[in-house]
């Protein structure tokens, strides 16, 4: 089971594709599509989009797990945020992917244990649980820890993972 985790934003988009391979993950690829300022909103969405499907065309993933809304105080960032989600998940589906989304609350139970936990917190985790040294962008390790919890959840095959494994 191959998984693209992606953290939509406007300026930052992060992904990661994460593998199952046995009853170990390994990751397979990670970035973020960083964008500046003071591009058009429209030329922001078409990059995100291009450079998805540019991921997904070369990881090839079998399942898109993004990551949910979230209450935001400005309204203008919730607007620009659901517009990347909405790309986002126009990419997946357009590659014919079946697309799953969790809550920050959610990823970060799953992946640290905790609902609350820090970023840094989970940028450790994710590198622990990835057996990766590489210290990454705080995008890039969200992705990576979506993609994480959908392999850890019901709704993936590798369920139970977690209570069996050796890390």
């Known amino acids: 089971m191959r998984v693209l985790g992606v953290d939509p934003g406007s ?3 992060g992904f ?5 391979v046995g009853n170990r993950m390994v990751l397979m690829a990670d970035g973020v599509i960083r964008q500046s300022r ?3 909103l429209s030329a922001r969405l078409k990059r995100i989009y291009d450079d998805l499907m540019g ?15 979230f209450f935001a105080r400005n309204p203008q960032s919730a607007l620009k945020l ?10 997946a589906v357009n590659a014919g992917l079946p697309v ?3 809550s920050p609350l959610e990823v970060k139970k799953a992946v640290v244990g905790y609902g609350r936990a820090s970023k840094d917190q989970v940028q450790l985790m994710v590198g622990t649980l990835l057996n990766s040294r590489k210290r990454r962008s705080r995008d890039a390790a969200d992705a990576l820890a979506i993609a994480v919890c959908h392999l850890l959840s019901s709704a993936s095959p590798l369920a139970g993972y977690w209570t069996n494994a050796r890390v």
């Open 11 to 13: 300026i930052a988009t």
């Open 16 to 20: 990661g594709v994460v593998e199952r």
């Open 38 to 40: 003071g591009q058009s």
């Open 55 to 69: 991921a997904i065309e070369e990881t090839r993933p079998e399942e898109v797990a993004v990551e949910s809304l």
């Open 82 to 91: 659901g517009h990347a989600r909405g790309v986002t998940l126009l990419a």
């Open 100 to 102: 799953f989304e969790y």
